[in-house]
């Protein structure tokens, strides 16, 4: 189900959030249709690159349903819905590679042009590629640098450009 | 289980550790009476060492939560990983006659599993400010008295800072300070330049950067940089009851720990005109009991002991024990959280961090520093800092999407620069908390009902905050500088103080300068009810002090029979 890496610290969750997760399995955003678009779109915005994984390894179209199902106001929920879903009967998954980032890419642009405060299904969905990413063990562990016991606090250490940023 | 003991300590957070161990320490065999769960340390931290993607919903509350909670998780710090040791809402429902976000924590250790950590002592300005400008009454201690009591915290908790030679926030017994990084320093002499009488400085926190043998005798380690301080420490770096004071107290063989158990009334005794005991619902079973001590400390946490005051009614003391003036409940205040500014810094590329900083800067108060000269009572403290988070934007003329935006984003961006302030209030008759006389908990408690509220003066000092932070990011600097007024409610703060003041007089104050009752010498009250003003510096390490204090008093009285 692709739900393992999230889910392990099963430990401390109450049960109700264990079950809340099994049954949103036939939700829309969990469903194959749309974890399929889900895949192809957030490793389009962040993609597998020769020295990092891409958001699909990352499993990042999996937290993008569990926060929308689970966390999200309803009406960001159903407006990312809608523009999705959009996408899906436009033919998204048939179209070739380039087809789709060009896509994706008109997405990105008509965001820009918007004022900050206009909602768009794809500002939010790009926030929570990002998000998702950067949290991602495969993100955190091999995008960025980790150490989750940093021993020690230093505050003036020399920095090269391009040195990869810390977790 | 033994009923009898010689103190009862109600309440196991930041004050009540501190009663328990200082009492044990003494001799007395003293019982510990939390109304929330039982946490031992290290072994309830079920989130302790959880990695970022081991978290199920990135650290956001679920819909459902949020909406059936939707005042605790307005707290700082509160999230997906430290929930737990947060109540949920329906926990204890109380009455707000004005906005009021009451925060709190039911757990073994209280508090002092999600605290700041913030440990300042109070300046002299602070004690003698009120009744000097004729904003409060007097404090019946001073500095002088407190700060013999603020070393033996200080050394035991381990505080760490620098002595930076400050009348308006006092030097102490400090382990190393955590480092500045080459912005923040850059901040400290560009103020220092425009402003030479302000002060950015390091701030003095509860980690121990350099345990001490004492520290490590307790199994407490060093502050490991992790900054996931409220998830609880498996290091015991940072200060908190259960990793600290109540193992302490363990260590004499005299603590029981009683936990599940919600004191709803103190006894008071007519035959002895002092406090018998207590009676308390065991939460589990619903059952009352009832246990008998000599001394009494009531460490609830402020508005908790205030209501257990009020409730506590007998033939002597018709409106709650201790209560002959119509002062119960009265004069609570807190502390002003409003104001915030930031901005961003163009250059210092060259200088990056490495770990996670769990401490700030404090810039201390330069307002009504022993005089009175603005049109507003009071000072307030700035909890300051300079931070690089990653980079955002897509490269110059790139896409925002793809392998060269992804690339983008995995470096650092540029420096940032914050401030928020930290306001005194003034104490008033009329922020007053009572019970409801209609509405009841789950307990058959009656309600708190809240009637606290801002004023003139404090609309003033955010102003002057706003003012004051712009002209000082402009002299560091600072571009894009961006300001709010968070309009927030009073008790957001969580360091909402009073309703039970010390004062010298018992025609004006509940406690005297032990934190005795007046009226009723064997309870003592020191939570933050007991503060008879709330400064503008944070307010735990004074009611560590006041408690280690008021408790080693306690226990003197009681070895000589006096109480």
Known sequence: MGIVARWSAGAFLPLSALLDACSTAESTLFSREYQSLLGEMVEIILPKTATSPGAKEADVHHFVAVIAEECYEIADKERLVAGLKKLLTDGFLQRSPQAQYEVVLALDQEVNALPADTPHFFRDLKSLTRWGYFTSEAGVTKALRYNPIPGSYKGCVPYEPGEIAWY | ?563
């Open chain 2, 1 to 563: 289980m033994n009923t009898t003991f010689d103190a009862l300590v109600i309440g196991s957070g930041i004050s009540g550790g501190w009663a328990a161990k200082t009492l044990c320490e003494q001799g007395l065999k003293t019982c510990v009476i939390e109304r929330g769960r039982e946490v031992q340390h290290n072994k309830d931290y079920p989130t302790a060492g959880l990695a970022p993607w081991e978290i199920p919903h990135g650290g956001w509350m679920s819909r459902k939560f949020r909406e059936e909670n939707p005042l605790i998780i307005k707290a700082a710090g509160f999230g997906e990983d430290t929930a737990h040791f947060f109540i949920k809402d329906a926990d204890q429902p109380y009455v707000q006659e004005k906005p009021f976000d009451w925060i709190r924590g039911f757990q073994m250790g209280g508090k002092s599993l999600i605290w700041g950590r913030a440990c300042q002592r109070w300046s002299s300005s602070e004690f003698e400010a009120p009744a000097k400008y004729g904003y409060g009454i007097a404090w019946p201690v001073q500095y002088q008295e407190m700060a013999p009591w603020y070393s033996h915290v200080e050394d035991f908790i381990g505080v760490c800072g620098n002595k930076d030679g400050l009348e308006a926030m006092p030097d102490g017994e400090f382990l190393p300070p955590f480092e500045m990084n080459c912005v923040e320093k850059h901040m400290q002499q560009s103020l220092h330049q425009v402003f030479p009488d302000r002060h950015l400085v390091h701030g003095r926190w509860a980690h121990l950067t350099e345990p001490k043998p004492h520290h490590t005798a307790l199994g407490r380690g060093k502050c490991q940089s992790r900054n996931l301080c409220m998830r609880g420490c498996p290091f015991g770096a940072y200060f908190s009851s259960n990793s600290s004071t109540l193992p302490a107290a363990e260590q004499t063989g005299l603590l029981t720990r009683l936990s599940d158990a919600l004191v709803v009334r103190i006894l008071f005794n007519p035959d002895t005109q002092k406090a018998a005991g207590v009676e308390y619902i065991n939460t589990s079973t619903g059952e009352h009991h009832t246990l008998t001590a000599d001394i009494i400390f009531l460490n609830a946490s402020a508005l908790n002991s205030v209501l257990l005051l009020l409730h506590s009614t007998s033939e002597r003391f018709p409106n709650g024990l201790g209560n002959d003036h119509d002062l119960l409940g009265r004069y609570v205040c807190f502390h002003n959280y409003r104001g915030w500014a930031g901005g961003r810094f163009e250059g210092f590329k060259d200088t990056y961090i490495y770990g996670r900083n769990p401490s700030e800067l404090i810039l201390a108060n330069f307002r009504n520093v022993h005089q009175h000269n603005m049109p507003f009572y009071g000072g307030y403290t700035i909890f300051s800092g300079a931070y690089r988070p990653r980079n955002e934007a897509p490269p110059e003329d790139g896409p925002g999407i793809g392998a060269e935006y992804k690339e983008a984003l995995r470096v650092p961006g540029d420096w940032h620069a914050y401030m928020y302030m930290q306001g005194e209030t003034i104490p008033k008759a009329s922020n007053r908390v009572y019970l409801s006389k209609t509405k009841k908990d789950t307990w058959g408690i009656p309600q708190l009902v809240m009637e606290v509220g801002y004023d003139e003066n404090d609309e003033r000092m955010v102003q002057d905050f706003l003012t004051e932070s712009k002209a000082m990011l402009q002299a560091m600097g600072c571009v894009d500088i961006t300001q709010h007024d968070s309009r927030q409610a009073p008790g957001l703060d969580i360091h909402e103080m009073g309703g039970c003041r010390m004062g010298k007089d018992p025609a004006t104050s509940m406690l005297n300068e032990y934190n005795q009752l007046h009226a009723c010498p064997n309870v003592f009250v020191t939570d933050g009810a007991c503060m008879t003003s709330t400064g503008n510096q944070s307010p735990s390490l004074l009611y560590m002090a006041l408690t280690a204090r008021a408790a080693t008093y306690a226990a003197q009285q009681w070895k000589s029979k006096s109480l």
